[in-house]
């Protein structure tokens, strides 16, 4: 039996939650509501041997959900002082009174420790985020969190989107990546001459947003929409614009960020002179012949948009993931905006509907059915190929969603978290249920005054002087002059690497130990080289992981250097077809 300490920290207050008690090595332990919160023989080396269990290749930091008596952050920190510790405590009381009761110095001492007392679980993501779940080591223990069950069980769920999410942006890299190369290679000259949105931040200060997505509740939205217009700076995304159109409308701004050829597709052949575009260099290179006021850049996501941020400065950050809609909200509080309104963000299929008439989505539907394959027939997979599932409207009833909708849906709740000093409503309750977000009447803001002469003078402040925003002549062609080098000597790393390759693949002795050796040494050296190029991030989009698996040989040697002369082959064909006047 262990020999019982008062119930009572050094200071003398009270501990009612936990009994002190005695390890066997002479160590403080503790339980609570009769479990152990650390071995009742040796607690430190229970928590060291945790900790290097928890090791992984890519690990940069840990996570603890709560921590008992500190003992494992400790060890943690003894053996990975140069990581980054996060500790999450529900309940402040309990974190107190395990720093009374143990030495806490060598986690004060790790020169990147945060701690998070009675953070409210969706404010936690971004601090895991900031790591990157993939690249964390969690710490569960059930008796350390029991105090806190919902509170970690929650914090748990939203720890897993946040892991789907990752994993489907990496999805989205592997099928895209040379898509996006390849608009940013045609799309590079951009950046002489638009400026970026950050023109507009916190310039719309006190003026109300309205957001317009593509859902079916817009239509609700469509008859107001003149009047709303008149009250509000109206960003619509692009899925959205031919619906607001067709009623007479331009929006203030219309967001497209999506590279696809399908994405321009929503604004071919349509016009809107009063507007704002704003967009950015990975998209299809047509997109920037659309006919409006003005077209701006925001900043890239991608590799090689980001190379050319670094020299020439940020264009405006409207965030990665989720969907344009989250993008057009995330535009609108840069612009000042704490009063934001949207219609048609439905992120469900209320009434089994997909999409507002008229969208590019049912005119192409109804364009293509026959007797055989009606539009009724088109929309099904659009109902049902994400896994289709039940949400709650904001009447508490039930509509049909689905996983990616709910990850959208999840990915508004953590930016509305992170946000606190905005506010953000809808004018349909029929869509999901979005945390955060509030349902009003139409009269709202409808009986707001006209905020026309306001606007005015917010485009005019922001766009008044947009030299800072574009680089100089000098500058840009001095950061051509480096892209330009940095192209080029890629293109002949990769060449040496492709012939290196094919020369060991026609070599009768490749599968040799000596001459396989030598390659490999080669092949490392190759490697290094590309890794130590400034554009080493946009030539891994040529690589597709799936592709390459498919790619095997005889023997583990032959199958890496198959797989190595198809990459340095790939990546040539990229910046040769890409890039031919750099490489001339």
Request: hydrophobic share 35%; proline share 6%.
């Amino acid at each position: 039996m262990f020999s019982r300490y008062i119930a009572e920290t050094d200071a003398g207050t009270p501990v009612p939650f936990w009994t002190i008690q005695q390890a066997k090595n002479g160590s403080v332990t503790a339980s609570e509501d009769g479990a152990l919160l650390h071995s009742s023989y040796d607690p430190e080396r229970e928590s060291q041997q945790a900790a290097q269990r928890s090791d992984f290749k890519s690990c940069t930091a840990a996570v603890f959900y709560s921590c008992g008596l500190g003992y494992t952050p400790s060890a943690y920190a003894r053996l990975y002082p140069e990581r980054t510790i996060l500790i999450i405590e529900p309940e402040p009381l309990h974190f107190f009174a395990a720093l009374t009761l143990t030495d806490w110095s060598t986690i004060f001492a790790c020169p990147s420790c945060m701690i998070a007392l009675g953070c409210p679980p969706e404010t936690v993501i971004p601090l895991i985020e900031r790591s990157g779940t993939a690249h964390c080591a969690f710490f569960s223990v059930p008796s350390q969190t029991a105090h806190a069950r919902q509170y970690f069980e929650t914090l748990r769920i939203l720890v897993d989107r946040n892991r789907r999410k990752d994993d489907i942006n990496t999805a989205t890299l592997e099928r895209f990546g040379r898509l996006w190369l390849r608009n940013s290679f045609l799309n590079i000259r951009q950046y002489r001459t638009l400026p970026g949105a950050g023109i507009y931040a916190d310039n719309g200060t006190g003026l109300p947003f309205l957001i317009l997505a593509a859902g079916p509740s817009l239509e609700q939205t469509l008859p107001h929409l003149s009047e709303l217009k008149k009250r509000s700076v109206i960003v619509c995304v692009d899925t959205a614009l031919r619906a607001c159109l067709r009623t007479g409308v331009e929006p203030d701004f219309i967001v497209l960020a999506d590279p696809q050829y399908y994405a321009y597709r929503h604004i071919a052949g349509l016009s809107s002179p009063s507007s704002v575009l704003i967009t950015e260099t990975a998209v299809y290179p047509a997109v920037y012949r659309f006919p409006c006021r003005r077209t701006v850049l925001c900043s890239s996501l991608y590799p090689l948009g980001k190379w050319f941020e670094q020299r020439f400065g940020g264009k405006g950050d409207l965030g990665a993931g989720g969907s344009v809609a989250s993008s057009a909200w995330n535009f609108a509080y840069l612009a000042g905006g704490r009063e934001l309104y949207t219609a048609g963000l439905d992120l469900s299929f209320p009434g089994r509907k997909t999409h507002i008439k008229g969208s590019t989505f049912e005119q192409t539907v109804h364009t293509d059915s026959t007797r055989t394959r009606t539009a009724e027939c088109a929309g099904l997979p659009a109902l049902f190929s994400a896994g289709a599932e039940y949400g709650s409207d904001y009447t508490g009833s039930p509509v049909l969603t689905d996983a990616r909708m709910k990850l959208f849906a999840w990915w508004f709740e953590s930016r509305l978290a992170a946000c606190p000093g905005a506010q953000t409503y809808t004018f349909s309750t029929d869509g999901l249920s979005v945390p955060g977000i509030q349902p009003v009447q139409f009269k709202v803001l409808l009986s707001k005054p006209d905020i026309r002469s306001q606007k005015q003078l917010f485009f005019e402040q922001s766009e008044k002087n947009t030299d800072g925003s574009i680089p100089s002549p000098q500058k840009f062609g001095s950061v051509m002059k480096e892209f330009s080098a940095d192209i080029s000597a890629l293109y002949d790393t990769a060449k040496k690497g492709m012939t290196v390759c094919e020369t060991a693949l026609a070599s009768p002795a490749a599968g040799s130990q000596r001459d396989a050796s030598s390659v490999l040494v080669q092949l490392a050296d190759i490697d290094r080289a590309v890794q130590q190029n400034s554009l080493h991030d946009a030539a891994a989009l040529v690589y597709s992981p799936e592709k390459l698996r498919d790619h095997t040989a005889d023997d583990p040697v032959r199958t890496t250097l198959v797989r190595s002369r198809l990459m340095y082959a790939e990546l040539c064909r990229i910046l040769d077809k890409y890039c031919p006047d750099i490489l001339k």
